[in-house]
């Protein structure tokens, strides 16, 4: 899927590995096909390893962020190891670092076998709604991961908590 600010997800399912590749700028209009894609890892059959490469993202919002730590928990005690996040970019191993995702997954700047064929996942629509529900998910998740994260996105979901609470009401 290409979306207006460039941002790709690819993927690829070879022998029990699979590797997700993020491409360009990764925000939160993506995260209706993460979602999408770690609720089917969760099910699939024959799942070994887990790759995320991130080398050619040029940013990923908390959003996606959100999200990739969701892939991680959904297949929690499924792998033999945690999944492998691939970065090289200085920046985002330490945005990483800092977020807790040590904890989850394995972090390497090069990837230890390269992929035969990547394809684009087609993208999975969002209305604005569930937009929201997937924002406020993703930074609940990423509260839980540590403190930092606890204390940095707290002011974000009670905001969209009582957005929610609000537009709830009027209906």
Known sequence: MINPEGGRIKAAFDSGVFVLKLCGDVRLTLCATLDTQAQRLANTPGLETVMIDLREATNVDST?????????????????QPPTIIADNPDVRRMLDVMGFSSFFTLVDAPVTEVSELHDLPAVPADEHEMHQRILEAHRILMHMNEHNREEFQPLVEMLEAQKAASSNHH
């Open 64 to 80: 996606a962020l959100g999200f990739l730590a969701k892939v991680a928990m959904a297949l929690k005690g499924r792998l033999e």
